[in-house]
């Protein structure tokens, strides 16, 4: 079964510095992995998908990279602003499903002024 | 429309009611999917839809939960006499069809169940 998994659950860093959230899955038969934005009481924004066969996909601030061997992704985001503070939600489709997608826990983020 | 809506934004029920919950996907989105979200937990599966025919109800967590999308596109979650582990976010989202497209989320619905 796959497990997805969100290291740290919480994070808060000054303005101005970069962030790295982890995101780590069990199960490498995946189609692709997505990266989402949650701010409270709200739905999720995709920020970025990278396929399978793809190593990584950049937006703007936003790096994110894909390592299906070792079954790990990394969101990076440049540079810091208040403005990103949020929960950073990362997901799997699985290669075995219709399409739905696995989500992890995920990273509680706090930029501060 | 430009995005994935929902309604009721809120609802409260007392359990033992049943509730109906609303999903207009995106314009031509032949897959929608419904996730449930607890309270700091990541959405978990609950079943979909290519067009109008539910392929996977696998992560329905019990016979009181039913969906359906009877034109293939306006889908409708009902949860018949809700109990207090229901309450979460119940979230909607719609994707194109095929594997490698992005799946776009609503803004979802809080059922709180008292």
């Known amino acids: 079964k796959q497990e997805v998994t969100q290291i740290p659950a919480a994070l808060s860093v000054p303005e101005g510095e970069n962030l790295v959230l982890n995101c780590s899955f069990t199960?490498?038969?995946?189609?692709?992995l997505q990266w989402f934005r949650q701010d409270p009481g709200k739905g999720l924004t995709s920020l970025l998908l990278i396929q399978s066969s793809q190593r990584e996909q950049t937006s703007g601030r936003l790096n994110a990279s894909l390592d299906k061997s070792s079954g790990r992704s990394t969101l990076y985001i440049a540079a810091s602003q208040p403005g990103d503070s949020a929960t950073y939600l990362c997901a799997v489709r699985p290669g075995s499903s219709w399409g739905k997608l696995q989500f992890g826990a995920g990273t509680q983020v706090v930029v501060t002024p | 429309g430009a995005g994935v809506s929902q309604s009721p934004r809120y609802k409260v029920a007392k359990r033992g009611q049943d509730v109906a919950l609303r999903c207009d996907p995106i314009s031509g989105h032949v897959s929608l999917f419904w996730y449930q979200q607890a309270l700091g937990q990541g959405p978990e599966f609950l079943t979909y839809f290519q067009n109008e025919a539910q392929l996977d109800k696998s992560g329905l967590p019990s016979d009181r939960f039913f969906a359906e999308r009877p034109e293939g596109s306006v889908s409708t979650l009902k949860i018949q006499r809700t109990q207090q582990e229901d309450s979460a976010v119940y979230l909607c989202?719609?994707?194109?069809?095929?594997?490698?497209?992005?799946?776009?989320f609503g803004p979802g619905t809080r059922l709180t169940v008292t």
């Open positions: 989202a719609s994707s194109q069809q095929g594997q490698t497209y992005e799946q776009y």
């Open positions: 199960d490498s038969a995946i189609y692709n």
